[in-house]
């Protein structure tokens, strides 16, 4: 059985895009170490604004979930976004999953990645998954 098919209380959630070659890096990383996660698609399901608010207080700011360099980001505008308070900034990203950087994953125990930075990750899930 693979991980993502396990149920349980220790899962962690993968917010991520079938396109996306780091989003398959991570998973690919996740399934090597038997970690067990709930795979979910952020363009048709993207994260929720309390989840996004949580991650931004986390990371201390918003700038960070944000895409940067996809066509939803160019299309909306630096600008635009740095114009943005909160709020607006909450929405766009939980209106539009591409806008998020990802994979964008809620560990089991609430901890937010963004990215696949494989240290961090080793650091942030090795606790939780021995």
């Given at each position: 059985?693979?991980?993502?098919?396990?149920?349980?209380?220790?899962?962690?959630?993968?917010?991520s895009?079938?396109?996306?070659?780091?989003?398959?890096?991570?998973?690919?990383?996740?399934?090597?170490r038997?970690?067990?996660?709930?795979?979910?698609?952020?363009?048709?399901?993207?994260?929720?604004?309390?989840?996004?608010?949580?991650?931004?207080?986390?990371?201390?700011?918003?700038?960070?979930?944000?895409?940067t360099?996809?066509?939803?980001?160019?299309?909306?505008?630096?600008?635009?976004?740095?114009a943005?308070?909160?709020?607006?900034?909450?929405?766009?990203?939980?209106?539009?999953?591409?806008?998020?950087?990802?994979?964008?994953?809620q560990?089991?125990?609430?901890?937010?990645l963004?990215?696949?930075?494989?240290r961090?990750?080793?650091?942030?899930?090795?606790?939780?998954?021995?």
């Amino acid at each position: 059985m693979s991980p993502q098919a396990e149920s349980g209380a220790d899962r962690v959630l993968v917010y991520s895009f079938n396109r996306c070659s780091t989003c398959r890096k991570a998973i690919a990383w996740l399934n090597d170490r038997r970690i067990p996660y709930t795979l979910i698609d952020i363009t048709a399901d993207p994260p929720g604004i309390e989840l996004l608010d949580r991650a931004r207080q986390q990371l201390g700011g918003l700038s960070g979930l944000f895409n940067t360099s996809g066509q939803s980001y160019r299309s909306l505008g630096a600008a635009n976004v740095k114009a943005m308070d909160d709020t607006q900034a909450l929405e766009a990203l939980a209106a539009d999953g591409k806008l998020i950087k990802r994979p964008f994953v809620q560990t089991a125990n609430g901890r937010f990645l963004i990215g696949f930075r494989p240290r961090e990750w080793e650091a942030e899930l090795s606790c939780s998954f021995p």
